[in-house]
């Protein structure tokens, strides 16, 4: 029974390792800090409330794969393998900006398998992951809900929508150019096929969920109260398709609640405070894509917001700073792991691919923002 229990907690941990670390780190800091009234200032309720609302929508278009034959449609319109890898990375790159970086790789991934597979071109598989990971990670840096960092620093600053879109256009449109002439230089221009799978949409729920979504985009751009959207939402999936409710993202929830905590905390620690304002002061921008190759974007988002009120450069840091390492980003680690399912004894070759093409891109977008600023 013991060993059992152990052999359950073990496979809990390594599937949702963010989350755990997360709560060592907040628990951690409780001994410097110890719980009082103050905690309760910690979370941001709107932040929780519109990335539950989103997950849980798109959740529930995923089981009807209203993405999935959307993307299907995009593809079997190309012919070659260039312009066909382009689209599904295109297709990513705007699903990040709509329905979240992590949810729109657990979209598309398997639809660029699947692709690559049935028409022979399982050579491409490698770097059309890659592709398609740094796509999510950049592609959802243009919209407030686009990354869960964004929602949080979007709603922590109180940035204005037009103001938000402004700061970000500069690195999307050079994030477009560099994956777009990636993909021209490195896939060549082969014939491809790609077979309709006849998927059918059931009409009722297609228009039910897509009204929801567009409630929980209006929630995110605060057109609603967010607490309307958490008693509609939740009530009308519950009836329709409770399955999707039960598979919305809880681990990333708990990340952001144990993460508030910890960020919190540390922003009471005084030592720790000065040590990173002066570091912010020098350089917000490089701390902060520094910051993220260490733990990750989304808690260097919550955390580095306690000490800087340069939420133009931490934005940027926290976007770019997805690219780089496997754990610069939580959804980096999804592809990560879908790839290796389907190709057990290419980890490593993998890990390279992945290493070069990022690195490149969090090199050249940090030096242009530097610059820019």
């Not at 490195?186 to 077979?195: D, I, M, Y």
């Not at 009471?268 to 490089?286: A, G, P, W, Y």
Request: with cysteine; charged share 15%; glycine share 4%.
């Amino acid at each position: 029974m013991k060993e059992f229990f152990l052999e359950n907690l073990y496979i809990f941990i390594k599937k949702n390792f963010m989350m755990f670390a997360a709560f060592l780190a907040a628990l951690t800091t409780c001994f410097f800090v110890p719980p009082d009234k103050k905690y309760l200032d910690y979370f941001d309720l709107k932040t929780l409330t519109c990335l539950f609302c989103v997950l849980a929508v798109v959740c529930a278009l995923k089981n009807i794969r209203f993405f999935y034959m959307l993307a299907e449609k995009i593809v079997r319109c190309f012919k070659t393998a260039r312009i066909a890898i382009l689209a599904l990375v295109y297709i990513t790159f705007i699903g990040s900006m709509l329905i979240a970086n992590d949810m729109a790789l657990l979209t598309f991934l398997p639809l660029g398998f699947y692709m690559l597979r049935n028409t022979g071109k399982e050579k491409y598989m490698a770097f059309t992951f890659v592709m398609q990971n740094i796509a999510a990670n950049l592609g959802g840096m243009l919209t407030p809900f686009g990354n869960p960092q964004n929602l949080y620093l979007y709603s922590f600053f109180k940035i204005p929508t037009l103001e938000f879109m402004g700061i970000m256009l500069i690195p999307f449109v050079l994030a477009i150019i560099l994956i777009t002439l990636c993909c021209l230089v490195f896939v060549k221009n082969e014939p491809l096929e790609c077979q309709d799978s006849g998927i059918k949409l059931p009409a009722r729920k297609t228009l039910m969920f897509l009204a929801l979504f567009a409630l929980s985009i209006a929630i995110v751009f605060r057109g609603i109260p967010y607490w309307i959207g958490l008693i509609i939402i939740p009530i009308v999936i519950f009836f329709v398709d409770r399955k999707a409710l039960y598979m919305v993202d809880y681990p990333l929830l708990f990340t952001f609640v144990f993460f508030f905590i910890f960020a919190g905390n540390m922003g009471r620690i005084e030592v720790i405070k000065s040590f990173f304002s002066m570091l912010l002061d020098k350089s917000t921008l490089i701390f902060g894509v520094l910051s993220c190759q260490c733990i990750s974007n989304v808690p260097s988002a919550i955390l580095l917001s306690q000490f800087t009120d340069n939420y133009r450069e931490l934005l940027w840091a926290v976007n770019i700073g997805g690219a780089g390492t496997l754990i610069a980003s939580l959804a980096s680690l999804i592809t990560f792991s879908e790839y290796t399912r389907h190709n057990p004894g290419k980890t490593w070759y993998y890990i390279k691919i992945f290493t070069a093409f990022n690195f490149f891109f969090v090199i050249v977008l940090t030096a242009v923002m530097y610059f820019v600023k």
